[in-house]
DNA sequence: TGTCGACATAATTGAACCCTTAAGCAGCAG
DNA sequence: CTGCTGCTTAAGGGTTCAATTATGTCGACA
């Protein structure tokens, strides 16, 4: 399997036609088609077929298309890649539950960047718990906020608390109502869903079985639909501040909360990671960042604001 | 540049060395050294060098490190994919704007799925209206809602519409108090960033200086600020008709709104889409659909969700 | 200053890659 | 049936890759 295999592949499937994909490289015929051979032997699988009009996928080649295209493009950013890095803002990518990226990943992250004078760049988006370990030790991500990670000592990263706060149960100042099931209804974020989860762990602990959930895209829609009546929603207290303070909200009483729960900033080891997550992952434990922990910002200038997510990987 | 290299490459970094990477592949130290230089030659960048303890990465050589380890990862992963497509549910890939990601796109695609039988899988990703077209044609993904997209015929794209609403303002019942520098502040989801979004076309229409916009992580999260009192925020109608009601929030006339607003969903051309891709895209034209669309659900069961997002590609 | 550990650089060989021309096959219009 | 189009296979050659052994070079350290 060869990178220049993979984007004739790509470009047949594109264009429909071997003959096509041909003429566009400006190569011979058998060439593209050879090179279509090695990849059917390698995968053990035709991947496209002569159909009706044109070259059509099979289903093995649509799979490996949404791979192959990636890895094809990848190469192309390669090479801009290097050549940007002289000058260029250096990036830093931070990965975080979705509570901490809905709340604080941002302004933490736009907080370290003009501190650094603009010469590193923050961006961020969200990954479960278990992922995370992977994605640092494969420098897909330079920091990871969330639970402390140890499991492995051989990936070689290293935890900091940089913050501790306490886990509560929200509901509507009347109290909510019972579901369609006559039974009551928890309501959480993404983080329900990821079984490390300070989230889940209080729901454990509170013996709530998994039918009585509802996921909702976000915190903030959670207890949106908690304020409506809709049901519990567990939230670190002080990020639901504003909405109890106003009345929306109360907090209430259970077995298990408040529950103490404690966020790390991860990374690998400091001597085999950049200056520039290191001084990072230093500036998450300095007063400065504690502050905006405590109490962050509920929006974010557009002027800084990059969307947590670009483009997904699918495959 | 091969992918054995790239592979020699991330692994050195990731062990620190070129000796333990040799021993590692089972390999003679010249042979890694030799796949290091091939790489360095061709970016023209050192890539790593000796540092104090271990070879440390240059500037580029991090830049290259990010996007070869996702090389890596997908070359991987091509195996297992193409062997896996025999039997297993073929997967939907659907991007959409933030605003459709947030209330829409789930629910679809859970409706979809549950309709096919769970032979096909849908999930979802939020991207810029600009990026969709390069996405689809890509086969990044293989269906787009958001605004209809024909720029450029040789993409071979095409769109159907599947909803029409009203775009209006709101803002909390006692009106939105000015912002710190006397003026009034608008509060936008992520699509207010998109220059091509609906809201990005309202808020110009309104003359509104992007000095004045404040943009959430989501649009749920931009009402809570606006019930709060801190501007307005622009909704399609229908999604903010429980806060609406409820007495939250209250829609404000400007010389704007109700603007009328329409979704299309987009594919690569009949003929050249999956059956699947075509099947989804008829679902979203019927009568069922079209009441998901005006009347989605606010959770999702835990059972079906899916975080939109899975890994990012940052490089 | 000499030595040692670790990385870089020859020089070489076998294999794989990528392209070419020539020929073989399927499907389809007339 | 014939011819046409378009994909595939076969055979051959130039180029690059990947691995080896041998040798050079750089930095740390006593």
Chains 1, 2 share one sequence.
Not at 207 to 228: C, H, I, M, Y
Request: with cysteine; glycine share 10%; net charge positive.
């Amino acid at each position: 399997m060869t990178l220049t295999q993979l984007s004739t592949f790509v470009l047949v499937v594109r264009l429909g036609s071997v003959k096509a994909a041909a003429s566009a490289l400006g190569v011979s015929e058998p060439a593209v088609s050879q090179a279509l051979g090695a990849l059917r032997h390698h995968f053990g699988d035709q991947l496209v077929v002569r159909g009706r009009d044109g070259m059509t996928l099979t289903a093995g080649g649509g799979r490996l298309l949404g791979v192959a295209s990636q890895m094809v493009a990848l190469a192309g950013e390669a090479e801009s890649a290097v050549q940007s890095a002289k000058g260029a803002p250096e990036r830093l990518r931070v990965v975080a539950s979705s509570t901490i990226a809905e709340f604080v990943a941002g302004p933490l992250g736009d907080a370290f960047s003009s501190r650094s004078g603009g010469v590193v760049e923050v961006s961020s988006g969200v990954a479960a718990t278990g992922e995370m370990e992977a994605l640092l030790s494969q420098r897909l991500a330079d920091l990871a906020l969330g639970p402390p990670m140890d499991s492995d000592p051989s990936l070689g990263l290293a935890s900091t608390p940089i913050f501790r706060g306490r886990l509560v149960v929200l509901a509507a100042p009347g109290g909510p109502a019972r579901g369609p099931d006559g039974l009551w209804q928890w309501l959480v974020d993404p983080s329900g869903t990821d079984p490390d989860s300070d989230t889940s762990l209080l729901l454990r602990r509170l013996g709530v079985s998994s039918s009585r959930v509802r996921v909702f895209p976000n915190q903030t829609a959670a207890w949106e639909a908690a304020a409506g009546g809709a049901g519990f929603a567990p939230a670190v207290a002080h990020l639901a501040a504003r909405q109890i303070r106003r009345g929306e909200l109360r907090v209430v009483d259970t077995p298990a909360t408040p529950m103490e729960i404690r966020w790390y900033a991860t990374t690998v080891r400091p001597e085999r990671c950049s200056a520039a997550t290191r001084s990072m992952s230093h500036f998450l434990s300095t007063p400065g960042a504690m502050q905006l922990l405590r109490a962050p910002g509920t929006g974010i200038p557009p002027s800084r604001f990059r969307p947590p997510v670009y483009v997904t990987i699918w495959s």
